[in-house]
């Protein structure tokens, strides 16, 4: 039997091979953007499928994200002796900044790059993959580059979405549960908001989604050992996904919004 600290090393090279690797994927995504054109119609239908139909969950997230931070912000409030005239500042910044970028990009993590590993995993062990490739055609051109694309354009534009839908829900709570004006509420996000915090926010939620898209067709691609190794890749695209959504959110944190 292997000793703890053997297991513990073999992983650790495993993780670094895998991350290499997908290093390597999106090296050759880079290089087929120059084959852009021919994959306008596969971008678009996959802006469709990743995308907007990803909006319902993100509208449930939203809501409750919204409301839960304006409760619990008027119950730090009220512990401190803080005015609750602030909340509405408390929660813009919270949702704009942190809350919707990365609750948003874990949630697609789960619902899209899922998705994305399950469907080329499948390609994969069925070996479609390797019929794309006898027919001459590049499946990092036809299948990598459109899904990552729709990521990274579409992640933003969820956010966007969430952040509008999370401030309404906190809204309503403030006025329902907490007693304070919406007037009050919106006076404060208004005075609190800036533009930087929205672009920082629509940045981080744009490198989440190219992590969820090349983590998802790595796994895809380099899935072994039919309908197990199918679900084993789905999980591990997940788990690797939201690890690097948490990495980068703390990497931005640290370089865009300074003390």
């Not at 039997?1 to 513990?8: N, V």
């Not at 306008?40 to 139909?53: D, M, P, T, W």
């Not at 979405?161 to 004006?181: E, H, R």
């Not at 006076?187 to 920082?200: E, P």
Request: proline share 2%; hydrophobic share 55%.
């Amino acid at each position: 039997m292997e000793s703890g600290l053997a297991i513990i090393g073999r992983r650790g090279v495993n993780f670094i091979t895998k991350l290499g690797g997908i290093f390597v994927l999106f090296g050759r995504f880079v290089i087929s953007l120059k084959d852009i054109h021919r994959s306008v119609g596969l971008i678009f239908e996959q802006l469709y499928v990743l995308g907007v139909r990803s909006l319902p969950v993100i509208v449930i997230i939203a809501v409750f994200v919204g409301a839960v931070s304006a409760w619990q912000a008027a119950y730090q409030f009220k512990f401190i002796g803080a005015p609750l005239r602030y909340l509405g500042q408390a929660v813009g910044k919270a949702v704009v900044i942190e809350l919707a970028p990365v609750l948003s990009a874990i949630v697609l993590a789960g619902r899209v790059g899922a998705g994305i590993t399950a469907e080329l995993g499948t390609m994969k062990v069925t070996e479609q993959i390797d019929a794309l490739e006898t027919m001459g055609i590049n499946p990092v051109r036809y299948l990598v580059m459109p899904r990552v694309l729709a990521c990274v354009f579409m992640v933003p534009f969820l956010v966007i979405f969430a952040n509008f839908v999370a401030i309404m829900g906190g809204l309503v709570v403030s006025i329902i549960g907490v007693d304070v004006s919406s007037e009050t509420f919106l006076n404060g996000f208004r005075h609190s908001f800036q533009l930087g915090d929205l672009i920082n926010g629509l940045i981080k939620a744009a490198v989440f989604g190219l992590c969820i898209g090349v983590v998802g067709c790595y796994e895809g691609f380099n899935t072994r050992g039919g309908a197990q190794g199918v679900g084993l890749a789905t999980t591990n695209a997940v788990v690797l996904s939201t690890v690097l959504i948490l990495i980068f959110n703390f990497v931005f944190a640290v370089l865009l919004f300074r003390i």
